[in-house]
């Protein structure tokens, strides 16, 4: 149920309630409460998760035929509606702004959060920054960009502690590059990111589809 309170200015915000059932399960479908190595991969150890959540949104949006700039903040509060359902508050900011060099468009966006009470090892933030040039049309784009984030030490909450049984530093940086095409039935996007220790990943991605 979401309840969306009139703009005012360029300020707008969202509340909203919902009930989420998270179920992970293996390659096979089945459902499973532990990983390979015995460690839960849910909160609260069994093979699901279940919570009510309470979450509120506010965005601030300014844009010009040069430049843009976006930002929101959602805070979401678990209601324990059941005493084994997840207990938490969560806030999550995100922050983007766009200027027009010449042909070329910066994008730089920044996201953080930060999450006390019940936390599932499946939660995750993320960051990055992004410059598109124009090819040969405006419907063709080609893009590079600079993926960086850090976890500001903080993995070993993880219930399990993952990221150190996988190796993980906590912190990074990737570059990347990819293809935008804009077209009548949606936008496409191709991203490779080259990540550290000569690994590699590619994303597609669809979005804004013409009904």
Request: charged share 20%; hydrophobic share 40%.
């Amino acid at each position: 149920m979401d309840l969306n309170e009139p703009a005012s200015s360029k300020w707008s915000s969202t509340t909203s309630i919902k009930f989420e059932h998270v179920r992970p399960v293996n390659d096979n479908g089945r459902p499973m409460s532990r990983d390979l190595d015995g460690f839960p991969v849910t909160c609260s150890g069994s093979p699901h998760d279940s919570m009510v959540v309470l979450k509120q949104e506010s965005r601030y949006a300014k844009a010009n035929d040069r430049s843009f700039f976006h930002f929101s903040l959602q805070i979401e509060q678990g209601i324990p509606v059941l005493s084994k359902w997840l207990i938490f508050n969560k806030f999550k900011f995100v922050a983007s702004k766009g200027v027009k060099l010449g042909p070329a468009f910066l994008l730089t966006r920044m996201t953080g959060g930060s999450i006390v009470g019940d936390m599932a090892p499946y939660q995750a933030f993320g960051n990055w920054r992004e410059l598109t040039l124009p090819l040969y049309n405006k419907m063709l784009e080609g893009a590079v960009f600079l993926d960086c984030g850090t976890d500001l030490g903080s993995a070993h909450h993880v219930p399990g502690n993952p990221a150190l049984r996988l190796g993980k530093p906590g912190s990074g940086v990737g570059l990347g590059y990819g293809l935008r095409l804009k077209s009548q039935f949606g936008h496409f996007v191709v991203d490779t990111l080259l990540m550290p220790f000569q690994q590699k990943t590619v994303y597609f991605g669809i979005s804004n589809l013409a009904s």
